[in-house]
């Protein structure tokens, strides 16, 4: 809880710096580039740093956390924390590295606003920040343990024991632990880093989620590869689709996540587009595997029925289930669609959910780019979803951290 000190200036001064977050943000990764080149070249992803994304969502992180703590004072933006805690234990931070973001992020905020950062102001900013950072610390303490991992020491070689091209664009890799173990289950929804070495000698790390079946000896990540576009060709996407072979052995995190499938028997959405269909994957074949009757609608949007990864799996998983059903969408569908005649429902554009019989209780689950989330929640909650029942993974940084709150 912040302190009754440190409230009405926090309350007064959030205007002013929630104005400058983004040129404070940005002045804070340059000082700490600056003083520690290793955490730009092996830690953080180079992609997101050139295109302002990483700025943009410390930024929100940051102005929401505080925002909370004015206006519901004792309460701690759980949906926030939980997100950052997940993807900061995959990337094996550290308690001590929360001490030289402190460093650099406050000479950022002294820079920028200058002479309104009066003592009272940076003890209260400072407050602020430790009970944001001590909140992440103790959950991915909670994280680290439930792996089995100490602080940080999340990391195991895995074999690529499997390779296929799911789409001319999505490629299929099978892990296996390098010592021939099984691989450890995860829950259904979650996803690992991997680490590569790039030939500039860089070892870059991202995410992708685990779209096997959670209880098998191994591991499979779908690896959509990233076209230069608006942004850079993504460094790591390219070069697991031109160098990894079968036999090579990757570095790959622990499994993390909170887009998680909850038990219970109520009805499910599980909604994707493009590449996010891999955590919807993981959910259908733990629910198979169970032997579940959930009622389950599935949604899914791509270009084309060539562009979806894993379709047919993923037409076998909900034919397993009694009582599902399968909407996809395509913004340019041919041949290769399924019949209408099939147990899946097909349409032209960019998928609506509202001309969807739903029930009202449903649990959603999303992912996939930030319009579609968007689009997608905003129908749920229009139809009488309850907020809280709705939960996502959206690709790269979270730009929509707040949309729980």
């Known amino acids: 809880m912040l302190s009754e000190q440190s409230t009405p200036v926090i309350r007064a001064t959030l205007p002013a710096v929630g104005a400058a977050i983004e040129d404070i943000t940005d002045l804070f990764y340059r000082k700490l580039f600056d003083t520690h080149p290793e955490l730009l070249r092996d830690l953080f992803n180079r992609g997101n740093q ?30 926030i924390l939980g997100r950052i805690a997940h993807k900061h234990a995959s990337l094996g931070i550290t308690s001590d590295q929360y001490k030289i973001v402190h460093k650099h992020l406050f000479a950022a905020i002294a820079e920028v606003l200058g002479e309104a950062v009066t003592p009272q102001v940076a003890a209260a900013w400072d407050e602020v920040y430790w009970l944001m950072a001590n909140a992440l610390i103790a959950i991915e303490a909670g994280l680290y343990a439930q792996s089995g991992a100490a602080e940080g020491e999340v990391w195991q070689p895995m074999t690529i024991v499997e390779r296929s091209a799911e789409t001319p664009g999505a490629l299929a890799l099978t892990l296996r632990p390098a010592d021939g173990t099984p691989a450890r289950p995860f829950r259904p929804g979650q996803y690992v880093s991997v680490q590569v070495q790039l030939p500039d000698g860089a070892r870059q790390i991202r995410q992708y989620s685990l779209s096997s079946a959670p209880d ?55 909604a994707s587009a ?34 979806h990864a894993h379709l047919d799996e993923l037409r076998s998983l909900v034919d397993e289930l009694p009582h599902a059903a399968l909407h996809l969408w395509y913004e340019e569908p041919d041949a290769q669609a399924p019949a209408p005649t099939t147990p899946a429902r097909v ?14 209780d449903l649990t959603a689950y999303l992912c996939g780019p930030l319009p579609f989330l968007r689009t997608i929640r905003g129908d749920l909650l229009r139809h009488g979803v309850a907020p809280q029942a709705i939960h996502y993974e959206v690709f790269g940084p979270d730009l929509w951290l707040a949309a729980d709150q």
Do not use: Y
């Not at 295109?51 to 933006?77: K, W, Y």
């Not at 076209?227 to 460094?235: K, L």
């Open 347 to 360: 349409s032209r554009g960019r998928a609506d959910v509202s001309t969807l019989p739903l029930p009202h």
């Open 50 to 79: 050139a295109n302002g994304a990483q700025r943009q969502a410390l930024a929100g992180s940051i102005a929401a956390f505080a925002r909370t703590l004015v206006d519901h004072p004792g309460t701690l933006p759980e949906t």
């Open 216 to 270: 098998r000896p191994e591991w499979r990540i779908s690896v959509k590869r990233v076209e230069a576009g608006a942004g850079p060709a993504g460094e790591v996407s390219s070069w697991l689709h031109e160098r990894a072979r079968v036999g090579d052995v990757l570095t790959v995190s622990a499994a993390f996540g909170d887009l998680t499938l909850a038990d219970g028997d109520g009805p499910l959405l599980l």
């Open 274 to 307: 493009g590449i996010g269909c891999t955590p919807m994957l993981a959910m259908l074949h733990h629910l198979a595997a169970t032997g579940s009757s959930r009622p389950v609608t599935v949604v899914h949007a791509d270009r084309t029925p060539a562009d």
